[in-house]
């Protein structure tokens, strides 16, 4: 069984294909430490010994999560900011009016702030 831990999705399935191996259950799970589209658990484990044709179950990394910041009330530019420097990024901002928020406000966002959700995620806006 060879290890495919920290491998590429693409370079385990590939591995283990060669070892005369099939490729069984392929969930994600966040990772903080391994980067995003390797390999983070296999089971049976590497170095195991097992018939050949036996499946292997991959973990498959989708890497850090960050919390979404609570941009309700700041400006446009000031929410793009605070989104950006979160590791998150701008999505689709759309115009809404409001009675009680000032023009040019955050009215809501989604995903909503203490959200965690993978880096580089997008952030939609609702501006009045």
Do not use: C, D, F, W
Not at 17 to 41: D, F, N
Not at 47 to 67: C, E, F, N, R, Y
Not at 92 to 102: F, L, N
């Amino acid at each position: 069984m060879p290890n495919v831990v920290g491998q590429t999705q693409a370079n385990a399935e590939a591995a283990l294909v060669g070892a005369s191996l099939t490729v069984g259950r392929v969930t994600e799970a966040y990772s903080e430490t391994v980067p995003a589209g390797q390999v983070m658990s296999q089971n049976p484990a590497g170095g195991a010994s097992v018939a050949a044709g036996s499946a292997v179950a991959l973990v498959i990394s989708k890497g850090p999560t960050v919390v979404v910041p609570n941009v309700v009330g700041m400006t446009q530019a000031a929410a793009g900011a605070a989104i950006g420097g979160a590791g998150l990024s701008l999505g689709s901002i759309t115009e809404a009016y409001s009675e009680t928020v000032p023009a040019g406000q955050v009215i809501s966002q989604n995903p909503a702030a203490g959200a965690s959700v993978a880096a580089g995620s997008a952030v939609a806006l609702v501006i009045s």
